[in-house]
């Protein structure tokens, strides 16, 4: 691919062919428009109107590329005269705006001036308005909060820089620093009154119309900085994301946990079922696959003494873009030594039943699941969750008996497990291995019902081939599902230790991926070997954190909850 840059002729820029050709094309399209003769208006018939219109309201009526164009002359004109440097390398911020409001809120009556309490102080302008020649109003935001700046004539202090020549050149979006004295309009808005103001980072590209804010989904997820500028409930719901991943480090701290890190590339997909991106190692010459989980590299820590490990971290599985899902991924997982499935239930209500009411203020909340509809969820977090054993709610929600556990696996149990989907509509595509028929049948019948939490415990063993056996009933393994608002946010079970169980396992996944399976698991021998140096008995527990999110902000679209989606190209 070349290098060479053009010069646009507009703006004086070094940019790319393409992006030159597209600028040119735009170009041409508005001028095309701007031709075409136009019908006359009240305002064209009064020219005494038309010019009492200031700069910045003649500007809204220009295209974003036009503004653009005109706002980069103006501010290479100020480079070049030196009188304004619109990119200052300091300014001295003395407190941020949400300890402004703090201190200064309760202390200031309407109309008064803290005359001698000089502070400095810096945001982006979200409103601009003039009253007259002498006092301009500006509205500027910064770390979720707002603080207005009246800026008045005979304020001015600033000998350098007269007031006209640096509020002529402001613009909604550019940052500025304030420098002047706290107090409060006649009207009680806590306000600063600026003896100087400074221009330090312009904003070249126009934002949206402040009435109709921006709304375009496309726009604010491709764009997310121009979402977090406009859209002050985005930066709330990551600041909920945020406080709810530091409760959970916090929780798993102080029960003894030990934070780690793992590989993110595995000569294995291993520890879950999903089907892996694969990625390229040129110095080894061979493809590696990007993890689909961090559980077989914990549980060999767990084996070397590491007795209560945990991450945090990004998961990759090269699947499908939905509501819900995203080929990149937060997870975190645990692993407890001398712990089982009934411990794990336990500190599961203990940890998310508290991480609610500290980020909610109580255990209930209304989620609302589909976009652009009024259907309502009314969960409730409150210990003790509900449980239901997977086989017999089945089998009392199907009227039917099912084949003992240990028989599902094979060709009887998965016969008996198609026609059961075949008798109630239940879609599932090739190839319908029993794993996958039991799996879709558990999605109809009782995750749909699943909307405060609720457990999903007891599964078949060959859903489950890195979960201990039930150490009661044949077939079956110590495993939980917590399934919130429909959708499963936690997964956990008592760990399988036993190696040569661990292989025969392992082997009957290779069988579904030869099968076509993608989502089957490959054998792992240094897992395996490392369970024959002996993994003590031990709970493993795994959490989806942005579905955790959604419902915690009520986003019913996982792309709300990550700052930058996975998004389809834009076709050039």
Same mark, same amino acid.
Request: glycine letters at 6%.
């Given at each position: ?75 290479t004109k100020l480079q070049a005269d030196g009188r304004i440097n619109p990119y200052p390398h300091k300014f001295h911020v003395s407190m941020g705006l949400p300890a402004f409001i703090e201190k200064y809120a309760s202390r200031i009556e309407p109309g008064q001036r803290l005359e001698g309490e000089v502070v400095s102080i810096a945001g982006r ?57 706290? *107090? ?26 402040? =009435? ?200 009887? *149990? ?12 239940v879609e599932c595509g090739a190839p319908r291995t029993s794993a996958r028929l039991l799996d879709k049948l558990v999605g109809e019948f009782l995750e749909s019902e699943c909307i405060s939490p ?92 942005? =579905? ?25």
């Amino acid at each position: 691919m070349s290098d060479k840059t053009y010069t646009d002729e507009v703006t004086g820029e070094q940019v790319s062919k393409s992006e030159l050709k597209r600028r040119q094309k735009q170009r041409q399209k508005e001028q095309a428009k701007a031709a075409r003769p136009a019908a006359p208006t009240a305002a064209a018939a009064t020219p005494k109107a038309a010019a009492a219109k200031s700069a910045e309201e003649e500007e809204e009526e220009l295209t974003p590329n036009q503004y653009y164009e005109i706002r980069t002359k103006t501010i290479t004109k100020l480079q070049a005269d030196g009188r304004i440097n619109p990119y200052p390398h300091k300014f001295h911020v003395s407190m941020g705006l949400p300890a402004f409001i703090e201190k200064y809120a309760s202390r200031i009556e309407p109309g008064q001036r803290l005359e001698g309490e000089v502070v400095s102080i810096a945001g982006r302008i979200s409103t601009k308005r003039a009253a007259g020649a002498k006092l301009r109003f500006y509205d500027i935001h910064g770390e979720g909060v707002k603080v207005q700046v009246m800026s008045a004539l005979q304020d001015h202090t600033d000998e350098e820089v007269g007031y006209e020549e640096v509020h002529e050149v402001l613009r909604r979006g550019d940052i500025i620093g304030v420098v002047g004295v706290p *107090g409060k309009s006649k009207m009680g808005e806590l306000s600063l009154f600026p003896s100087r103001t400074v221009l330090l980072t312009p904003c070249l590209r126009m934002l949206p119309n402040p =009435r109709t804010g921006l709304k375009d989904q496309e726009t604010r997820y491709r764009q997310r900085y121009l979402d977090l500028i406009m859209n002050g409930f985005v930066r709330d719901r990551f600041v909920t994301r945020t406080r709810i991943i530091g409760y959970l480090r916090n929780f798993l701290d102080q029960q003894g946990f030990l934070e780690v890190e793992t590989p993110m590339m595995n000569m294995i997909a291993g520890g879950a079922t999903a089907k892996p991106f694969i990625t390229h190692h040129n110095d080894l010459k061979l493809d590696q696959y990007m993890r689909i989980a961090p559980e077989l590299f914990l549980k060999m820590l767990v084996v070397g003494g590491l007795d209560r490990v945990y991450e945090i971290g990004r998961q990759f599985r090269n699947e499908s873009i939905d509501l819900t899902h995203n080929p990149e991924f937060t997870t975190c997982e645990f692993y407890m030594a001398y712990a089982d499935v009934t411990d794990l239930e336990q500190l599961t209500e203990q940890l998310v039943s508290g991480m609610v009411k500290y980020v909610t203020g109580g255990y209930k909340l209304k989620y609302n699941p589909e976009p652009d509809s009024d259907k309502t969820y009314d969960i409730d977090f409150t210990p003790p969750f509900r449980r239901i054993r997977m086989i017999p709610g089945l089998e009392e929600r199907l009227n039917v008996t099912f084949p003992p556990a240990d028989e599902l696996a094979g060709e009887k *149990g998965r016969n008996f497990l198609d026609n059961l989907c075949k008798k109630h509509n239940v879609e599932c595509g090739a190839p319908r291995t029993s794993a996958r028929l039991l799996d879709k049948l558990v999605g109809e019948f009782l995750e749909s019902e699943c909307i405060s939490p609720t457990f999903i415990t007891e599964h078949p063993q060959f859903m489950s081939p890195l979960a201990k056996k039930h150490r009661s009933v044949t077939g079956l393994c110590e495993r939980f599902e917590l399934f919130v608002a429909t959708k499963e946010i936690c997964n956990a079970y008592t760990e399988l230790n036993d190696p040569m169980d661990q292989r025969q396992r392992f082997e009957q996944q290779a069988a579904d991926k030869a099968a076509g399976d993608d989502e089957a698991q490959m054998i792992d021998e240094n897992f395996c070997q490392s369970l024959e140096y002996g993994l003590p008995p031990t709970g493993g527990w795994g959490m989806g954190i942005d =579905r955790l999110v959604m419902m915690l902000t009520n986003a019913n679209n996982i792309k709300e909850v990550l700052l930058f989606p996975a998004m389809k190209p834009i076709d050039q």
